[in-house]
């Protein structure tokens, strides 16, 4: 299927009507009245689990129970969490009932929340009381046997309680009827219900849709006849708790008996025997497995992913998914791809696209009543197209039975977030029983925590909480990396893609405490999040990912002025500075624009970058004093004129690509194309009209008079000048420092680069004033740059304007 008519599927799955072909179906790997098969979510097969070895000593046994008692604590904190963000919304609903534009009826909110509050109240009290019990049990351990810690009336307690869950299992169609009704029907209600999140400890964030927290209670009723199930295989019978928890076993299997045979129409994905499959995280990708783009939707199960198709269904029927693939996740093997150049060709359709989204949505702000019903629809066709051919970075899945599956994402961070997801799961070392892919298939639709693919014009919002304007980052340096990398930093903005919403800075030198200084700048369009990534770069091995954070972007807390902030990323720390001019956008480009920096005056160069020091000198400085400190004649013997020529042509057209290069070539192919920047400068490093007055300076005797004199002038030359030849000469002298190895002596290294970095003036080009001889010339070059480098006392270099103007650094823990 192509992109257009999955573009049109969608739009129609909202009641939006479209005309297009009609569509020729592949056969379907089930068949159409197999796929609706539904059973129910409290089967109590799943129960047969193998039975625990009965030949362990009495002490193994009770080390294991500690553990699954552990491991029902960790439950429970969990799922406590995933029932407060279900009622988080409760009160600012119940609020809006008793206004003239309700969300929800009061009648409404009382039946999606049904039961809820009473749930999560039981369970709180029985993880309180766990909780302090084995807290107390693990102080005392060293004086005291598993048979001392009693447990076996909390669970009681919590199981004769479990009624609770009879009318929220009798209400729960209802209160997903509400859901999806409402969803439907109320733009407000439809935001609230598809963006839940829940907050972990670490502070990770996890989202859900209303409907999938709903589930969770359905799910949870079941895991405790299982838990109890594991905890009495893991309790000697001698032990107090034995008969507790035989008991609450007995009464939660006939609690289960009784709503099964009363509610056939709950459905739950059947499980293989023995075996609890869980949804960890679902999600719209690309699929590129057979070398054609698909947008689809992506199952990652506790053992497995699954791939489907989603097929939306006519008004008031359910939807439905089509098995496309699946991968075990035992032995799978992940490799993530960084970076994917687009053809010619898409760029032209990307760049078609964009426009045609750009002007629908300026018609869309400014006509509101009369183009919105209408132009909304092809705006969210365009934004399908967008999602389905942009993706640059994949994700390779190779199976060990020799099957191998891509899919690709647009943003590095989600992509980086599915990479962790599976490996986890990966490393658990779960074991894959072959799935009932009929019934795993079907359960998709109640299971899945995403609904729809993220369209940005389907969010609803005030345009004042939106970022519309140029949104400029500067990153600065990063500390904590565990070992020395080649580290670069990717930075994404949300909003429309009418523009690039992703930039990457070079590449740092191998370092421990890499920095970068270097700014980058978006267009951005309706963006409320900034994500920033740490990248380590490898050759030929697959780059990775150090850390990675999320920035909220507040409109009334960013201005035109630098504010600094220190992101955590995991063990790394990232200092960067944000700025943000809102004005009205101009329309996208049909290509990015390239700024050559060789033969551009340097404070052109300077201003495009947004830096004191270009990031030619810079990059060119760091890789010679990584690499070819201790190489003899390190910038008197050059490198090959096609290995210069490729660096040069590298530089005028892609900084990243540059920087790449300097490390796969000689280190005298850097050293040369640094001396040619400076070779090439239309005007020379040290201004022309300050020749004069250096060579009178040279003239003067007393040698604290011309060093006064001669910093005079220095301080004299205009910002980007005097930064960047500072730079250059702190270099040199670190270089001259080692000149017992590289032979190049601070005469010699004056000699090398005085003729490049000051030019007499001109006669008959607006200069006036005594000849120079051409003797004298060189002398004067060559001795300016002696005596600089001659100097103890320079002034240190600053690469880069200064974007901490705003206060005090903040800090953001991630």
Known sequence: MDIYQEAVDFLESHHIAVEAEAEVLDEDVFQEEAGSCLLSPLHLHILDLPETPTSCSPEEMLER?????????????????????????????????????????????????????????????????????????????????????????????????????????????????VVRKCTQSDRRFRTLAQNMTSNSQDKTRTSYTLEALLYKPLDRVTKTTLVLLDLLKTTPEEHGDYTSLQEALRLSRGFLYGINESSQSKREVTLSPGIRRQLMRDGF???????????????????????????????????????????????????????????????????????????????????????????????????????????????????????????????????????????????????????????????????????????????????????????????????????????????????????DKQAQTHSSVHSLSPHWEQELSFQVDGARELRVLCVSQSDGEGDTVLGKAAVKLESKSLNKRWRRQTLHLGQTELTLSLKYCPHPLEPPSSTAQTHPVFCIPIETVAQQEGVLVPHVVRCCVEEVESRGMDEVGIYRISGTTSDINTLKAAFNSNLREAVTRLRSLDVNAVSGVLKLYFRELPEPLIPTELFQSLAAALDIQDINSRLVSMLSLLQSCPDPNRHTFLYLLHHLQRVSDKQNVNKMSCMNLATVFGPSLLRPPVVGQGHSGPTVDISQEVVVQVQVVFFYLQCNNLPEAQTSLPHDTDGEDETTHM
């Open 285 to 499: 990708v690309v699929d590129a497995s057979d070398s054609e783009r698909s947008l689809r939707h992506l199952f990652l199960y506790t053992d497995l992913l699954l791939c489907t198709r989603l097929k939306h269904s006519s008004r008031g029927k359910q939807d439905q998914y089509r098995f496309c693939w699946f991968l075990p996740l035992g032995g799978l093997r992940l490799h993530l791809v960084t970076e994917q150049e687009r053809s010619p060709e898409t760029h032209v359709r990307l760049y078609s696209i964009r426009t045609k989204m750009y002007h629908l949505s300026q018609q869309l702000r400014h006509h509101t009543g009369s183009l919105s019903s209408r132009d909304r629809k092809k705006l969210e066709q365009m934004e399908l197209m967008l999602l389905t051919l942009s993706p640059v970075y994949r994700l390779d899945l190779h199976s060990p039975s020799g099957k191998s599956h891509t899919f690709r994402l647009s943003s590095l961070y989600e992509l980086e977030e599915w990479r962790e997801a599976i490996h986890k799961l990966i490393t658990d070392n779960i074991e894959t029983v072959p799935p009932d892919l009929l019934t795993l298939t079907s359960a998709c639709v109640k299971l899945r925590m995403t609904q729809q693919p993220p369209l940005h014009s389907s969010i609803p919002g005030e345009d004042e909480e939106y970022l519309c304007g140029t949104l400029s980052v500067a990153i600065h340096s990063a500390c904590g990396l565990l070992q020395p990398a080649c580290v670069y930093v990717c930075v994404e903005v949300d909003g429309y893609e009418f523009y």
């Open 65 to 177: 129970r500690l553990v699954v008692l552990k491991g029902i604590l960790e439950s429970e904190e969990v799922y406590l969490r995933e029932l407060k963000a279900l009622l988080t919304p409760m009160k600012a609903l119940w609020a809006s009932a008793g206004t003239s534009q309700p969300v929800l009826s009061s009648g409404q909110v009382q039946t999606v929340f049904y039961q809820v509050p009473e749930l999560r109240d039981m369970h709180q009290s029985f993880y309180s009381a766990l909780k302090a019990r084995l807290s107390a049990h693990c102080q005392t351990e060293m004086n005291h046997s598993g048979f001392e810690l009693v447990v076996g009336d909390l669970f009681l307690k919590l199981v004769n309680h479990i009624g609770l869950y009879g009318g929220f299992i009798e209400n729960y169609e209802k209160a997903v009827e």
